[in-house]
């Protein structure tokens, strides 16, 4: 009877090891962002819960996915432009059919360095349920390296129209994101999940060049 217990329990086990990976493989991933495109939201180094999404995501939710002409990449960007939108923008400004979004406008100190993690935050201007962030006008045109620069050709010189089932996404960081502005929108079956939550965030120190962790980032929500 105990050897039919231990064997049964054994089994329970095992059963639970198999769920447990499974759910992970599934419907969950762990990420490190190793980039500066979504500061100071999400800054180098910090390592995030992937939920994934089954359903049609939504505005403003911050996803994983990857470009039908560069499948070998993840790419983590905010969606701004759901399916059939017109999209259109202006300076700081984006606007939706011919209304202007709601986004709470964060000016930051430019630092080449910001690869390092979070940027020094200015000003704030506008309101709206998350925050992105621009350096002042006179550094916006020299913020990016020579060699990525990609004209920016969609939604910015005139109204762009989503396609049915694409997403235009947006680097919060947005003077220096690589995004739908430029390599057009994201067909929903290319997103894998939903950014929820930072588990854990450590990077190099931008003085001592040692792994220092960020205690204040850990256990804390992604929106």
Known sequence: M??????????????GVVS???????????????????ANTIIPGDHLVIRRVFGLPGRGDIVIFKYPDDPSTVYISRI????????????RSIYINGS???????????????????MEEISTEGSGPYRVF??????????????????MSFGTKEPFRI???????????RDNSIDSRMRGSVP?????????????SSNLDKKSHQEKIRWERINTGVK
Not at 82 to 88: A, D, M, S, V
């Open 163 to 173: 396609p049915d089932h694409h997403y235009f996404v947006m680097g919060d960081n």
């Open 188 to 200: 929903r079956e290319s997103i894998w999940g939903k950014a929820t939550r930072i588990y854990w």
């Open 80 to 91: 701004v432009g759901l399916p059939g939108e017109k999209i259109e923008m202006g300076d």
């Open 100 to 118: 202007e979004l709601g986004e709470q406008r964060v000016t930051v100190k430019f630092d080449p360095d910001f690869e390092y993690g979070a």
């Open 134 to 151: 621009y350096f002042p006008r006179a550094n916006a045109d020299v913020s990016r390296r020579p060699s990525d620069v990609v004209e």
């Open 20 to 38: 447990l990976i499974g759910y992970r493989v599934f419907f969950l991933k762990m990420v490190r962002v190793p980039s500066g495109s979504m």
């Open 2 to 15: 105990r050897k039919k217990i231990l064997i049964l329990g054994l089994v329970l086990v095992l059963v």
